[in-house]
C-alpha cells in the first residue's frame, strides 16, 4: 500500500525556492530530502548569490536565476538591505523561470524526472514577492518559516507593538515586558539594528501579509515544544499549518553547508572527557566588535574548561582576518584545552559524547540541534528571531543561561561554570534531554510531526 502510495507521488513535481542564507538553505533542503523520500520529484530553483552545493544532491534538478546581487552588496553585513534587494531583483527571474517549468511541464509526456506536472512552489516565507509571482501563474504557494512560532507570532504583532510605543524599541524601556507576548521583553522583540526602520516594518509586514495568502504554512517545530504559541498561530493564522520538524533528526544539513566543515574537531573532541567541552558558534552572520571578541577570549581561557569555537571570517566587525585580534600569549595558554576552527561539523559536534554545553546566538536551526542532542546552552543572541528564542530556552523551557549584558569576562567565566560543572547545568541537562526524547518521539511513526507530513502530503495531493 505504502509502495503503492509513493509510486503515484514519483509523477508530481515540487518546485522549492530557498532564501540564500545558511540558517534558511539548511531547513529548506533537509525539507527537499524529506519529500523526495516520500516520492516527490523535486526541483529547487535558487539565486546565484549563496548557491547551493548541487553536486550533493544528484537526485534534484537545480536551476539558477539572476538575483540581480553584485559582490560588493553581496559582501555587505546588511541583510535588511541583501533581502529586501532579493524580493525586488528575483521576481521577473522567477515568474520567467517558472513559466517554462510549467509550459515544459505542460506539453511532455511525463517519463523523465524533470517533466513531471509541478503541484505547487514551496517558498522561504520572506521571499514574500513569491505569493504575487504563484497568484499569476494560478500556482499554489506554499510557505516554508525556519524559525521558532515564537518568533513569527512576534513578527505578526509589529503593527500593534508599534501601535503600543515598544517599537521603535527605547533604551530606557529595555527591560519592561511587553504584555501582549509573554515572557518577552521589550529587548527581545525580533529587530535589527537599522535606521531604516520603514524597510525593515515593510519587509516584516509582508512576510506576513504573504503567508497569509498563501495555501499553507511548513514550521521546523514540534507541537510538544511550542504548543501555546501553536495554539495562538492557528487561531490568527486561517490556513493550515504543518509542523514536521525538526527536520535534521530525518535529513541533516551538513550536505547544504556553504563553508567546508574542518572534521579535525572531530578527533580533538574524541580526546576529551564525557560532556565536559563547551562547544562556541554564532552561527553564519552574527558578529561583534573586537573588545567583546577579546573578553570571550579570556572569559573561555578563564573558565578552565575545555572548548571548541568557531571562528568563522566576519565574526569580529569590520575585519575577516581573527589571526591579529588573539590576545599576546592567548594561543600559547589554551593549547590543549582549546580548539579553534573556521566552521565545524555542527551536528556531529553536538551529538559528540564530549560536549556538555553550546554557547550559542540561538539562531533556531542551532537552538533545535542542541535540543536535539540534549545539550543544555548559553544564550547570547545578537539579532532578530535570536532574541526571542534565548528567551524561550531560558525562561519557559529552562534548557539554558542568559547572557544578556554587554559580554565581560568575569561573568562569562562564571556562567561557563553554572552551565557545565554547577548543579544548575546538570538540572538544564536533565530537562533537555527529556525534550530531546520528545523531539525522537514526534517524528517516530504515531508522532506529532509524523502525522503533520502526512497531512502535507495529503495538502499538495489536493492541489
Ligand atoms: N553551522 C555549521 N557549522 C558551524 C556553525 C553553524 O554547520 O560552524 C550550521 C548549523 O548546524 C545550522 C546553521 O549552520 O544548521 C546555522 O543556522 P542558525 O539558524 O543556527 O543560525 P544563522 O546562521 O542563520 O544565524
Request: aromatic residues 8%; charged residues 20%.
Amino acid at each position: 500500500m505504502e509502495e503503492e502510495e509513493e509510486q503515484k507521488r514519483r509523477g508530481v513535481g515540487l518546485v522549492l525556492f530557498p532564501c540564500p542564507l545558511q540558517g534558511h538553505i539548511n531547513p529548506m533542503l533537509q525539507l527537499a530530502s524529506i519529500l523526495h523520500s516520500k516520492g516527490f520529484s523535486i526541483i529547487i530553483v535558487h539565486t546565484r548569490f549563496n548557491s547551493p552545493n548541487s553536486s550533493n544532491y544528484p537526485h534534484f534538478n537545480f536551476i539558477p536565476i539572476p538575483d540581480g546581487i553584485s559582490d560588493i552588496q553581496a559582501s555587505f553585513s546588511d541583510v535588511l538591505a541583501l533581502l529586501s534587494h532579493l524580493n525586488v531583483n528575483c521576481a521577473v527571474p522567477l515568474r520567467d523561470c517558472l513559466v517554462r517549468l510549467l509550459s515544459d511541464h505542460d506539453n511532455s509526456i511525463s517519463t523523465s524526472k524533470e517533466k513531471e506536472p509541478i503541484s505547487c512552489l514551496i517558498s522561504d516565507a520572506i521571499m514574500h514577492f513569491t505569493q504575487g509571482v504563484a497568484d499569476g501563474l494560478k500556482l499554489p504557494r506554499l510557505v516554508l518559516r525556519t524559525s521558532s512560532v515564537e518568533s513569527f507570532l512576534a513578527f505578526a504583532a509589529f503593527p500593534v507593538l508599534r501601535q503600543k510605543n515598544y517599537l521603535p524599541i527605547s533604551d530606557s524601556e529595555l527591560e519592561t515586558p511587553v504584555t501582549e507576548l509573554p515572557p518577552l521583553k521589550v529587548k527581545d522583540l525580533p529587530v535589527i539594528k537599522t535606521h531604516d526602520l520603514k524597510t525593515l516594518y515593510q519587509l516584516v509586514g509582508s512576510m506576513v501579509d504573504q503567508v497569509k495568502a498563501s495555501s499553507g504554512l511548513i514550521l521546523n517545530t514540534f507541537d510538544h515544544l511550542e504548543q501555546s504559541s501553536l495554539s495562538a498561530l492557528t487561531q490568527e493564522f486561517p490556513i493550515p499549518v504543518f509542523t514536521i520538524g525538526p527536520f535534521h533528526k530525518l535529513f541533516p544539513a551538513s550536505s547544504s553547508s556553504l563553508l567546508t566543515q574542518d572534521q579535525s574537531c572531530i578527533a580533538w573532541l574524541d580526546t576529551q572527557p564525557p560532556k565536559s567541552v563547551i562547544y562556541v558558534s554564532f552561527g553564519s552572520l552574527a558578529s561583534m566588535d573586537e573588545a567583546e571578541f577579546m573578553e570571550m577570549a579570556w572569559g573561555l581561557a578563564n573558565s578552565k574548561c575545555p572548548f571548541l569555537w568557531v571562528v568563522r571570517s566576519g565574526l569580529v566587525h569590520d575585519s575577516d582576518r581573527v589571526e591579529p585580534l588573539w590576545p599576546d600569549g592567548f594561543l600559547e595558554m589554551i593549547s590543549g584545552k582549546g580548539c579553534i576552527v573556521k566552521w565545524a561539523p555542527q551536528q556531529d559536534v553536538l551529538a559528540h559524547p564530549a560536549v556538555g554545553g553550546f554557547w550559542t546566538h540561538n539562531g533556531w536551526n542551532s537552538t533545535l540541534e542542541s535540543i536535539c542532542e540534549g545539550v543544555p546552552m548559553l544564550c547570547h543572541p545578537n539579532f532578530g528571531d535570536q532574541m526571542v528564542n534565548a528567551r524561550y530556552v531560558s525562561h519557559v523551557w529552562r534548557v539554558g543561561l542568559h547572557l544578556e549584558n554587554r559580554l565581560e569576562r568575569k561573568e562569562i567565566e562564571r556562567n561557563i561554570r553554572r552551565l557545565m560543572v554547577e548543579k544548575e547545568g546538570e538540572d538544564m541537562r536533565e530537562r533537555v534531554a527529556s525534550l530531546k526524547e520528545k523531539a525522537e518521539a514526534s517524528v517516530k511513526k504515531g508522532g506529532s510531526s509524523y502525522e503533520s507530513l502526512e497531512e502535507l502530503i495529503a495538502q499538495i495531493f489536493s492541489f
